[in-house]
């Protein structure tokens, strides 16, 4: 039954995905680094608020060109390997930077998508996070929110539980009861490093995060086909594990809004130059086709800080 489920949701959208990836417009955003080439054609975008804090702008504009830098290479030298496989163009990266939250107006939690289109069967997307400290100018981890992060630790351990059953959830809500099982999560594990991508949740509390949440890119903790998941573990869960500075950032519960499951992979897919407006995306999504693979986390770009 679900081998059957997994093959229709491959073939509806590997139907549609090759007429869907339209030209740019006038009114795209101008991307704030860029790579053209014959083999390749990657940006780079920061959104509005990022650049407004010139810090966290410097930083992620820095890894972003690393990142731009680091494909355009590979790509040149698929390109003199195996020619025939750009006939059809070079290949197509974007890389987004966006603001997810800014608790106790020093804490800016932002998610860093990735767009990545080879030329292959179908487009792939990554997903990661950066928790930016605005009073120290740099990259942290949750770690000042907890009193211990050691691995297999307690606080550890009770956050692996939370992450997977509010997976388990996610997926009972999405008819994805399936793919709900120790395989897919695997590679999760008790360790600041191993739990996934994670930002600081918004509150219904002004200046407080209701919790923490953990990203996972498609094929990360389910089948492509799944999309992307967002797992939420709610702070009282954690709070016998809180430092000073965790009581004092955490608080109130999760908006409804924030609780809205994640964009499709058909919606999630599309590079930010290439998607159309609300009115018309219905006629037009941009839809990758599905695959079983073996679960894999992929987590990629710095890692957080020790």
């Known amino acids: 039954m679900f081998l059957g489920s997994t093959f229709m949701r491959a073939l509806t959208v590997a139907t549609v995905c090759s007429a869907l990836f339209g030209p740019a417009h006038a009114a795209d955003p101008k991307p704030d680094a860029v790579v053209k080439t014959k083999s390749i054609e990657a940006r780079v975008f920061l959104d509005d608020r990022i650049k407004v804090d010139a810090a966290l702008a410097a930083d992620c504009l820095a890894e972003g060109k690393k ?18 496989f750009f006939k059809d163009g070079g290949w197509d990266f974007e890389r987004k930077y966006e603001i997810r939250s800014v608790v106790a107006d020093r804490y800016v939690s932002v998610l860093r998508n990735d767009y990545m289109n080879t030329r292959g069967a179908h487009p792939n997307s990554d997903v990661n996070t950066i928790l930016w400290d605005k009073a120290a100018n740099k990259r942290i981890s949750i770690r000042p929110f907890f009193t211990e992060t050691a691995d297999n630790g307690a606080t550890m351990k009770a956050m692996v539980k939370a992450i997977i059953a509010s997976l388990k959830a996610e997926k009972k809500k999405r008819d994805a009861g399936e793919t709900a099982t120790d395989e897919w999560f695997k590679e999760l594990k008790p360790g600041l490093l191993k739990v996934g991508a994670v930002t600081l949740a918004p509150s219904t509390e002004a200046g407080k995060s209701s919790g923490l949440t953990f990203h996972y890119p498609p094929y990360a903790v389910g089948p492509y086909a799944e999309g992307e998941y967002v797992a939420f573990v709610p702070w009282e869960t954690l709070k016998p594990y809180l430092t000073a500075e965790g009581t004092r950032i955490f608080g109130g519960a999760r908006p409804k809004d924030d609780a809205q499951e994640p964009l499709p992979v058909a919606n999630r897919i599309a590079p930010a130059s290439a998607q159309v407006s609300s009115s018309n995306r219905e006629s037009r999504m941009r839809i990758a086709p599905a695959s079983d693979r073996h679960p894999q986390v992929r987590y990629r770009g710095r890692p957080p800080i020790r």
């Open 67 to 84: 990142w731009l830098d680091k494909n355009a290479a590979e790509a040149v030298a698929a390109h003199k390997a195996d020619p025939q």
